[in-house]
């Protein structure tokens, strides 16, 4: 494998009385006591990594660990107190303006947790917009961002605005436009963490569909552990500004370095830390408003189930819909299924533990359906998803 980005002790201090900071830092004393002596705050200290061409690198840990102003750095977002950041031998932190600008528009793209859409833009023109910065042609631009579009399944979408896409698609637009500019590098920072817990599988699955395909460089940040061992090659996992380990996944779960990773993978009470939202599974559904008996029966029929999620228009849940019922109405020339809906269906919310439901889901007739705070339908809870979280399988866990 040929090395992408190298980062040699990388370093970032914020705050006045740099210098004093860093010799500190350089004498062996702690974040702590430099931030008491000096009132500066070390960020990164002295960060040394690689990553390979092609691979995915995954940079994590809490909140406040240093990772994403490591990120930041990388692209000179953040200026670098000191260390080197090297892009296929070139150190950025050496760049002038105009050869730091050029790679940025050439070799690099980033990804934000925001979505960052302008909105007064189409799809297809916040996808041509790094092009247009460039002074791509109009017709280039144009077939660049085509292209990206119709990679991340946003084709038929390129005259809507993003208030009129959901969550997941405005971030696919996101993706479609770093990769219309076709960097080497793809930096995505928290790029997923917005979407709710569905939306967010499908688009680290997607990440690793597109990437099977483009072979790009991408070092990517999160906080979540599971999104993590997905999708990373290698895990990076950050404390305080500091490395604490760097590894394949399989290293990460079968050899800890410290205590503070091995907080992450095992050791805990993993019903306490799962939630509802985690286990949820895509509950399948029908618009009361909408549909009539015959939708409903081919709708069971074609997902082999013999009852129904009811929803309106606007996804509140109104309870569940029997095949029996649906059935009866058919033979009685029905068109209404509203009358059919029965409020049996028992509910919970995304960030109830799972140690408050395993009682109830495992004696309940119904799947438990979790809504959020305008009872709108997210998702529905089945023993297996539960039993799963509990046997360490995986799950959509936020740690």
Known sequence: MTTKVEVKNLTKIFGKHVAKAQTMLENGHTKQEILVATEATVGVDRANFAVEDGEIFVIMGLSGSGKSTTIRMLNRLIKPTSGSVLIDGEDIATMTKAQLQAVRRQKMSMVFQSFALLPNRTVQQNTEFGLEIQGVSKSERAAKAQKALAMVGLGEYASQYHDQLSGGMQQRVGLARAFANDPEVLLMDEAFSALDPLNRREMQDELLDLQANLH??????????????????????????????????????????????????????????????????????????????????????????????????????????????????????????????????????????????????????????????????????????VLGALSGNEVNVNV
């Open 216 to 385: 790009k460089t991408i070092i990517f940040i999160s906080h979540d552990l599971n999104e993590a061992l997905h999708i990373g090659d290698h895990i990076l996992i950050m404390k305080d500004g500091e490395i604490v380990q760097i590894g394949t996944p399989e290293e990460i779960l079968s050899n800890p370095a410290d205590d503070y990773v091995e907080r992450f993978i095992e050791g805990v009470d993993r019903s306490q830390v799962y939630t509802a939202g985690n286990v949820m599974v895509r509950a399948t559904t029908v618009n009361v408003e909408k549909a009539g008996p015959r939708l409903a029966a081919r709708r069971m029929r074609d997902n082999e189930i013999s009852s129904l999620y009811a929803i309106d228009s606007e996804r509140h849940l109104l309870g569940i819909i029997d095949a029996k019922d649906v059935r009866q109405a058919i033979d009685q020339h029905q068109e209404d299924i509203r009358p059919l809906v029965k409020d049996i269906v028992p509910t919970t919310t995304i960030d109830t533990p799972l140690a408050d439901l395993m009682d109830a889901v495992s004696s309940t007739p119904v799947p438990y359906a979790v809504v959020d705070e305008r009872h709108r339908l997210q998702g529905i809870i089945i023993r297996g998803a």
